[in-house]
């Protein structure tokens, strides 16, 4: 037995929602250190820079194009209608920009995110390797390539999605679900790669993927609910990318130590 197996030998393996929980506090203890407080800048400048630019060379455009077609939308024109006959407002108001943000704003989330995976994950897995996963083997293999691929189409999956299923959000209950199902698919699937594609084999990638399926997909559902709170935007994709480094290299050394893999 070497070193490494012989410094971890007596952890407690971490199943199911213990993984879970022990990944979250793992990530905010982490997220406290100070070269992972500077990591946050990187994809906060970014993100900020991004919606400047979208703002600027998109709203007026944008805005105008949505008056005109909301010209077409039958049951906003009834309830516009009827809202100014008794006094009030008209709806479209405050409509059509609440919807220009609601397109624009999440492109430039989505860049900030992309930034973490392709280059923040690599800054994180590092520090992690120095003081959590000491001796944990580097057995990946065009992890920069396969990882960026893998944010790039992810990233036109959702933007592509995001766009398509926005007239929902005319109806009340999927204003909610729709932002929440995006941003799980997209933190799940972005950050569940990178995670790991450093450190395990294809095949070793593939096992923890499908075993602890449900626990990634947890994982990105608890921080795109965090990730609806504006405060949180400053953080987000370090401790995400923290979260899910922590969870992924816990299972792939349990992995390993279990002695299904060489």
Same mark, same amino acid.
């Given at each position: 037995?070497?070193?490494?197996? %012989? ?33 946050? @800048? ?5 993100? #900020? !820079?991004?919606?400047?630019?979208? @703002? ?9 194009? !949505? ?15 009827? #809202?100014? =006959? ?17 397109? #624009?704003? /999440?492109?430039?989330?989505? @860049?900030? !995110? ?22 944990? $083997?580097?057995?990946? $293999? ?17 933007? @592509? ?8 959000? %005319?109806?009340? /209950?999927?204003?909610?679900?729709? /932002? ?5 698919? =997209? ?7 990178? =995670? ?14 499908? $075993? ?10 608890? %921080? =795109?609910?965090?990730? #609806?709170?504006?405060?949180?935007? %400053? ?17 792939? $050394? ?9």
């Amino acid at each position: 037995m070497d070193q490494y197996q %012989l410094a971890v030998r007596d952890q407690r393996p971490s199943n199911g929602l213990a993984a879970v929980a022990a990944a979250f506090k793992r990530a905010l203890v982490s997220q406290l250190h100070p070269k992972m407080l500077a990591a946050i @800048l990187l994809p906060f400048i970014i993100t #900020l !820079l991004g919606a400047i630019v979208l @703002l600027w060379a998109f709203w007026s455009p944008l805005t105008a194009w !949505l008056t005109d077609a909301s010209a077409d939308w039958g049951v906003v024109n009834t309830v516009d209608a009827w #809202l100014v =006959a008794i006094g009030l407002v008209s709806i479209k108001l405050y409509l059509i920009p609440v919807l220009a943000a609601g397109i #624009l704003l /999440p492109m430039s989330g989505i @860049l900030g !995110l992309i930034i973490a995976a392709v280059f923040i994950m690599p800054i994180v897995l590092g520090h992690l390797d120095r003081h959590h996963y000491a001796g944990l $083997r580097r057995n990946g $293999r065009n992890a920069t390539v396969l990882g960026a691929w893998n944010a790039i189409w992810v990233g036109v999956l959702f933007v @592509l999605g995001w766009l398509v299923t926005m007239p929902l959000w %005319l109806f009340p /209950p999927f204003a909610v679900i729709l /932002p929440i199902f995006w941003w799980t698919f =997209a933190i799940t699937r972005m950050l569940r790669v990178d =995670a790991v594609i450093e450190h395990a084999d294809p095949e070793e990638r593939r096992y923890i993927w499908r $075993r602890h399926n449900r626990q990634w997909w947890l994982i990105g559902f608890c %921080l =795109a609910l965090i990730n #609806l709170l504006p405060p949180a935007w %400053l953080v987000m994709p370090v401790f995400s990318s923290l979260v899910f480094a922590h969870f992924g290299l816990e299972a792939l $050394r349990q992995y390993r130590l279990s002695g299904s893999t060489s």
